[in-house]
């Protein structure tokens, strides 16, 4: 199922031009920190090197936070683990003393273990619970290194770690941190520009659809939360080396808010926006020095004017490709021709077979025995009226539901209920009656996740844009391409989601259907929504697709289409097969003419 589709011309690579042009932002930044020094007295030195500190920490929690949506407050904890850890072991109060890198290295894995303990609750809890949790977190660190006082010197603290030269001055720590909040940017932008990074936003804004995509919720997650508790142990060693002496109270809760509040004022999904905040925030108390005892106050009052001004942070402000009017006028023309470079391996030929499925929701019957065939190469219709059980009939293919009773396979495998991020493996791919789009993605992103399961690199990888990495990329974005193509949506393949007609989403959920160049498609009313000449030109792409020897299921109010371009057409009432047969043995069906059709 993984072979990668040869376009019939070269997928367009992002302009060079405007990649450089996105790097502007941070160069100017970087440019900035390294004169400083030079034109800037000590104190905005040390200011500067805390802002690179806080960055290391800020940027990794944003793909938890900003990227995964996860509301990790309490994250000050892991700075706290990583100073303590880096102090202790470098002091020599338990074990002998350390090489300063072995003392950092252990920081960053008790940082990354705390990040799993601390993140493992988000698999499991609702938003507002998990934040509860992090804050737990928070509170409970800090008490035992208050009540530990042979290792952690209680109240009074103990020295932080001192470095060697040539970081044992203001110059030489500055740039050492300058160098590592770089490295930090430089990683998190690799993960956010590739499949794990879209993953992580396409759980955010679209669970369902990331599941039905093959994405895995835990195992992304699980790897965000080590790699953001790892940078935030090290951000610990060298905050308790820029302390020079640390005590519980210098991990206070304003701080956790700092970290938080950057990324919300920063925006969501962005990392210039974020790191544009966490150097304001860092800044802002100092310029304020009187208001320093205001400064939670007023990091609320930011946050609630941003908020209210410009829900989408300093990175929608800079966004000026968004307020780029589209063309009126726009039409979907697919190009079903191009399916033959997607379609490269016609798929095996067994069909998915639904056996006496039985589904209830408390006293309702939403699929009551159901017999269900979806042969290879064939449209098959499912037709009924609304709360007859369609969607729940793809719910249960597609994993989310657990019928009472009933198997649903494919060829001889089962597949299992309850599992619906395993769907895609199988070749399974669908649409939703509510599109599930990923907003603040483009249409491009959107239709990529699509075809995460085709990606080989790992998240370690994606950090380091190791070449299979890139290499997943370019066949990614070339697939996409294609099925923007194919789809007719290649004109806005730069858009943001959001901006798309109710029309066109049909259109991008399908080409993220393609993505996965699926063994069976499930269309849950494609349709609806569509002017005639849209269900026109859609009932031939779905056709070409059948004719791919793709199983394709469709739901659909629209009788004509379903009648035109079905070889098969399954009626249900009440969760009950009506009839079942070929399109005009159904439409002249007694039971259907007089319940269903009206005549
Ligand atoms: P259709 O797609 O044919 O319009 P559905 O499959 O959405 O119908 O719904 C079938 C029946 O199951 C309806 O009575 C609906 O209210 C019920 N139902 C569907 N999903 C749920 C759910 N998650 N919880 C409770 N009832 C549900
Ligand atoms: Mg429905």
Redesign the pocket.
Known sequence: MNHTASTPRPAAAPALGHTLLKLIPYAAILAVALVLPFIANDYWVLIATRAAIYWVLVSALNLVVGFAGQLAIGWVALLTLGAYTTSVLTAGTVLPPMPLLVAFAAAAVVGALAGLLVGLPALRLRTFYFAMTTLGFATITTQIALAWQDVTGGGIGIPGPWLPSPFDNALGFYLLCLGLAAVLTWMTANVARSRFGRGLVAIRDAEVAAEVSGISKPALLVAVFLFSGAAAGVAGGLFATLQSYISPEAFTFDLSVLFFIAILIGGRGSILGPLIATIVLTWLPEFAAPLVVWSTFLYALLLLVIVLAVPGGIAAMLDFGSRRPLARDRAVVPREELLGALFTERPASSAIVLKDVVLS?GA?R?IDGLDLTIDPGEVHGLI?P????????LNVICGFYKPDTGTVRVGDDVLKPGEPQHRAEVGIARTF?TPRLIGESTVLENVMVGGDTSGRATFAEALLNLPRNHADEVMLRERADLALRIVGLEALAGVRADRLQHSELRFMEIARALMLQPRFLLLDEPAAGLSGDEIARLGSLIESVSRHGVGVLLVEHHADLIFKICHHVTV?DLGRVLADGTPDEVRTHEDVVSAYLGG
């Open positions: 929701f309702v939403a009924g609304n709360g007859s059980g369609k969607t729940t009939t009656q249900l």
